[in-house]
């Protein structure tokens, strides 16, 4: 398989899709403000000897940045609610597609702060939310981090088509990986794909190397682009940014808090 990139050049950022460029704007603006106060807090830690590295991923610092959490966060813009896309047959979600409150993930599998979000932290959403209704999260595919990234969220992709995406992912953030060093080489990712039950691998194989898998990772690159997605992870809780791999605390707030706002909605409150 040709593993030379052919997902959107990185510039991308500065040229976001042209349609509906006010609501665009607002969108960038709002994540814009939050990667800015992270990077402030980061580089005042930094300073102070908090020993960061200075290679880690933009999302690794923002995870530190207490300004991050919802509850500082403007009051959610239409245009981010509209970006759920609440499909029945999604199978890069998991959830009720009518639940009261939408998580939208912008990950990496080779991020280590994604990893280190899937196997602590949404194993607890998944109980104590999704499980119940509550919440659905919904997976963007949003490599960053080189050839090897996007391989793996064409390989993902590729074990959704047979309904695998979710153990695929689980497979993939279960210990932590080297990163472009091999680890998410095509004979690592069919181990994987064969580890997460993927049935038929030949067509995972082709799936994998195909221009759908390019259209479909491209879609989501592009969504986060137009947002002003810049690191990971990143996600939208009813559209309000949360930046990082935050405690699994402030992900609970934000949930329960938009929870609250839509219960209220229902009932004809006053809206937020």
């Not at 402030?40 to 690794?60: N, W």
């Not at 896309?85 to 991020?111: L, N, T």
């Not at 119940?132 to 391989?151: A, C, D, Y």
């Amino acid at each position: 398989m040709n593993t030379a990139s052919r997902l959107p050049k990185k510039s991308r950022p500065g040229s976001a899709p042209g349609n509906g460029p006010a609501p665009r704007r607002r969108l960038r603006v709002v994540l814009a403000a939050l990667v800015l106060v992270a990077a402030v807090v980061v580089a005042a830690v930094a300073l102070g000897g908090g020993g960061k590295s200075a290679d880690r991923p933009a999302a690794a610092s923002a995870s530190d940045a207490p300004s991050a959490a919802p509850s500082a966060a403007p009051p959610a813009d239409p245009a981010l609610l509209a970006l759920a896309r609440r499909d029945a047959d999604d199978p890069y979600a998991v959830g009720k597609p009518d639940a009261p409150v939408v998580m939208i993930e912008y990950s990496d599998f080779q991020c280590p702060y994604c990893g280190r979000f899937a196997r602590e932290t949404k194993p607890e959403l998944l109980r104590d939310y999704v499980d119940k209704g509550v919440l659905r999260i919904e997976w963007r595919h949003f490599p960053i981090f080189g050839e090897e990234s996007e391989q793996a969220a064409r390989a993902s992709w590729a074990a959704g088509r047979q309904g695998r995406f979710w153990q695929f992912h689980d497979t993939a953030y279960g210990q932590p990986r080297e990163r472009n060093k091999g680890d998410f080489a095509e004979k690592e990712l069919l181990a994987m794909a064969e580890e997460a039950g993927v049935g038929d691998l030949d067509r995972f194989r082709t799936d994998m190397a195909s221009a759908a898998a390019d259209e479909a990772v491209n879609r989501d690159i592009e969504e986060g682009y137009a947002l002003g997605v810049s690191s990971t992870p990143a996600f939208l809780v009813n559209g309000r940014p949360i930046l990082g791999a935050q405690p699994t605390d402030v992900f609970a707030e934000a949930v329960e808090a938009a929870q609250a706002a839509e219960g209220a909605r229902a009932q004809g409150g006053t809206d937020e």
